[in-house]
């Protein structure tokens, strides 16, 4: 069972018994022959020779755990059995990673379960996440780890995440732990005392009067125009597309921006809105040959419009 590295290798590999079968032969994940020669000797005292430690032995040539692994077990566990053989029967989290998936993509999009994976695979250790080794203090260690490169002249520079990704993470996770709790995988919630981190900053993108018409006339109806309307009186989506010819008043070129909510008996943010200079145009095309119970927009209030997709919460300097 002696350690070896192949031609053209670094890492020395070995051959595990089995029972009733040709040796396994696997990777030690080691450079060092020292290491490779310590890992022969927890082999030899657990093969056919000495404990036949079977259970222990198949776990690694059935490919349940590593080499390595059982080496990492090896030396913390001070070669007490008993205390490996508790950790073979853990449950293996990533196991439960698939299904997971399956129930975001029923709820989310394939872009949200992506990230959601990429965020929660961070915590893995070969492949696997033992239920054991998962406790709220590796929790807070794994979040606060987590970090992003950034370029800082020709170098790169790896520096802690946003709060604002942090809580990405954080919002991952606990997602993959409730699945689990539900299917009885976990017991307990190990996200309790997990506090979350801090919604970031949002970030605004103020454009110029020129940048808004760009963005404007490159849109098709309705969008234009909506986008103008929006942008030009600060007027938000939920209103503006409840909008009808008689809320405009031509002559002092105003909108009359209908409260969508109450507060205790009358409407909330009822307000006349200025329409910028530059927006005018837009507004007089589209009241042009209505009649005044007409709506601006033929789309329903509950349309699916984002504000990324179409037209946005844009914030406009220079509206004069």
Known sequence: MSAWIPAGRTI????????NDAPFECS???????TARKMEAMIAELGPK???????LEAVTSKRITLPMLWDWWVEDKRDLTKIRARLADIDLAKSVRAWQRAVLLKAGADTAAHYLHAVESLFENGTLQRSTLTPARIREWLSSRTRLVREGKELKEVPVSTGTARKYHVALSSFLDYCRSVGVLDRDLMADIPTPAAGAPRDRHLETAEVTALADAMGEPYR????????????VS???????????AESQEIHARGTKTKGTGPWRDRFCKVATWAWPYVAAAIRGKPRTALLFNLPRDYPLTTSKH??????????
Do not use: F, Y
């Open 12 to 19: 020395h590999r070995m051959k595990v018994p089995r029972r």
């Open 239 to 249: 209103v503006a597309l409840g909008l009808r010819v008689a809320d405009v008043n």
């Open 50 to 56: 000495d404990l036949r430690a079977w259970d222990i």
């Open 28 to 34: 030690t994940g080691t450079r060092d022959q020292n």
């Open 311 to 320: 037209c946005g919460s844009i914030p406009v300097s220079g509206q004069s």
């Open 225 to 236: 125009t909506l986008t103008a309307i929006m942008a030009g009186t600060g007027i938000e």
